[in-house]
C-alpha cells in the first residue's frame, strides 16, 4: 500500500490533521514559533490564509517574522497578491473626489 515507512508517515499525518484543525493550527504555531517554517508554509498547513494565519500567531504570543525567505516564500507573496479583490466602487469615487 505505502512505498515505505516515510510515505505512511506522512499519509498519517495527513490524514490525522485532516480531522484535527486545533492540533493542526497548534503545530503551524509550534513550528513558525521554532523557526521551521515561513509564514506562508504555517498557513498552509493550517489551512488558512496568510492574514488569518498573522492573527492566530499574534493571539499565541508569536512575534512575526518580517520579509521574504526564500523565491518560494517570494513566489508565494506574489500568489497571494493577485488574489486580494479590492472594492471597484470604492476606488471609483476615490477618482470622482479627485477630479
Do not use: P
Amino acid at each position: 500500500m505505502f512505498g515505505g515507512k516515510s510515505d505512511a508517515l506522512r499519509e498519517f499525518v495527513r490524514e490525522y490533521f485532516e480531522d484535527n484543525e486545533n492540533e493542526r493550527i497548534a503545530a503551524a504555531v509550534a513550528l513558525y514559533e521554532r523557526e521551521r517554517i515561513t509564514i506562508g508554509d504555517a498557513a498552509r498547513l493550517a489551512d488558512v490564509d496568510r492574514w488569518t494565519m498573522r492573527d492566530i500567531l499574534r493571539e499565541h504570543g508569536v512575534e512575526l517574522r518580517l520579509g521574504l525567505v526564500d523565491e518560494d516564500d517570494a513566489a508565494y507573496e506574489a500568489e497571494a497578491a493577485t488574489e486580494l479583490e479590492f472594492d471597484d466602487e470604492d476606488s471609483d469615487d476615490e477618482e470622482s473626489r479627485a477630479k
